[in-house]
């Protein structure tokens, strides 16, 4: 045998060594880290597999074995502020809260906010119907009726709401009454999850009208403005108390009519409350 020949006898043993080697690390490699397993990973059983496959069904059929009909009527009460405010004027009691029943798409609303001081009721009730437009945003149409010291008034409201980009909720409505008012409402709210049970939620509310009502107080234009900032504590889902503060601030000749009334055009307020639903 040549030594050309003896040559590459020799590099292909040597290649079938390292093959062989390199195999039998691999294999050694695999054993072990195919033993780090969990105490529970290592007892764990898995269930036998199905003996009777799943037959067809319509989408009525799988909707009601899953329980997940879009269109199956439910109801809630929710208050998202029942609060005590500690105003310049004294103690009163402030209420933001709703209550529908429908379903997935389509539902009656009735939304309801106000104040409670001195013995006097300040607010509004609105009676609509909210119909889902997209996968964030629902259409909402109705009535709105305003109570308070001065005259009543009642409107036509219609509006959006939904869920904006970065997770804003967002409601705006526009509202037309007699003799040629109108009137439009825009909130935004935002949930900060500190823990899964401590929550920063900050909330601004705008007003504005457009014609005067003076016995109201209010002016055309852009008439007021609310921020407020709360934290609460999510003892349940349902069942949370906060902690907060609240700043309002009244506008151009709607702050001039405050004035004339002796009310302050601007208020910081510390609030303590519950929000719930049922």
């Known amino acids: 045998m040549s030594a050309l020949i003896k040559l590459h006898v020799a590099l292909a043993l040597f290649g079938a060594v390292v093959t062989a080697a390199a195999a039998q690390e ?8 195919s033993d780090e397993r ?28 899953m329980d997940m009909d879009d269109t199956a009527p439910f109801g809630m009460l929710a208050f998202d502020q ?15 809260g709703r209550a529908w029943f429908g379903n997935d798409y389509d539902k009656a609303l009735l939304k309801t906010e106000g104040e409670r001081f001195d013995g006097d009721y300040e607010g509004s009730a609105e009676l609509l119907w909210d119909h ?20 009543s008034r009642t409107w036509a409201a219609f509006g959006v709401q939904g869920l904006a980009p970065y997770w804003f909720e967002v409601e705006a409505l526009a509202y037309v009454g ?5 009137a439009a409402n825009f909130s935004a709210e935002y949930e900060m999850f500190l823990t899964q049970r401590w929550i920063l939620q900050p909330k601004v509310e705008l007003q ?8 109201n107080g209010i002016a055309s234009g852009f008439s007021d403005a609310e921020l407020g900032l709360r934290l609460r ?4 889902r349902e069942f949370a108390p906060y902690l907060g503060v609240v700043w309002s601030r009244k506008f151009g000749d709607t702050a001039d009519l405050a004035r004339e009334h002796g009310d302050d055009t601007d208020e910081f307020q510390i609030v303590a409350g519950l929000r ?3």
């Open 26 to 33: 691999e294999h050694q490699h695999h054993e072990h880290h």
């Open 38 to 65: 969990t105490q529970s990973e290592r007892a764990h059983i898995p269930p036998d597999p199905p003996q009777h496959p799943m037959g067809d069904m319509s989408e009525e059929e799988m909707a009601e074995m």
């Open 82 to 96: 029942l609060e005590w405010r500690d105003t310049d004027g004294g103690d009163a009691l402030f209420w933001d």
């Open 132 to 151: 889902v437009i997209s996968r964030w945003w629902s259409l909402q149409g109705g009535v709105a009726h305003d109570f308070g010291e001065g005259p």
């Open 178 to 182: 007699e003799e040629g008012r109108t």
């Open 208 to 215: 504005l009208y457009g014609k005067d009502d003076p016995a």
């Open 233 to 236: 504590y999510e003892i349940h």
């Open 276 to 278: 719930a639903w049922f």
